[in-house]
């Protein structure tokens, strides 16, 4: 089992931007990273998520454009860059790591998972 340890939350206002981090250590295999985002009351959703070996990107559709996922294969940490911040951005974030091939958008496709860090965006 791998463990995550996400950073880089705070708060921000509407239209700001921030950074948040999330560093693997382990040694256990992990096909892609993901990020999903929880706000009180809701349901954890998709962000994005990118394949290790050849980078390539998912996005949610509420934060394309918006929202930059890359990765440092060498320091193993995935980083979302958050742009044009809006108030409905506000919620924890988790970084989280599978095996699979597949299904990204989906919580279950993951297997470990980060304890998040939050990210505050006021109006």
């Known amino acids: 089992q791998e463990q995550l340890v996400e950073s880089g939350g705070g708060s921000v206002q509407a239209g700001g931007s921030l950074r948040v981090s999330c560093v693997k250590s382990g040694r256990a295999f992990s096909y892609a990273m993901g990020w999903f985002r929880q706000a009180p009351g809701k349901e954890r959703e998709f962000v994005a998520a990118i394949t290790w070996s050849a980078g390539t990107k998912y996005y949610a559709d509420s934060v394309e454009g918006r929202f930059t996922i890359s990765r440092n294969s060498a320091k193993s940490t995935v980083y979302l860059q958050m742009d044009s911040l809006k108030p409905e951005d506000t919620a924890v974030y988790y970084c989280?790591?599978?095996?699979?091939?597949?299904?990204?958008?989906?919580?279950?496709?993951?297997?470990?998972w980060g304890q998040g860090t939050q990210v505050t965006v006021s109006s």
């Open positions: 989280a790591s599978t095996i699979l091939i597949s299904d990204f958008g989906l919580p279950l496709t993951y297997r470990d």
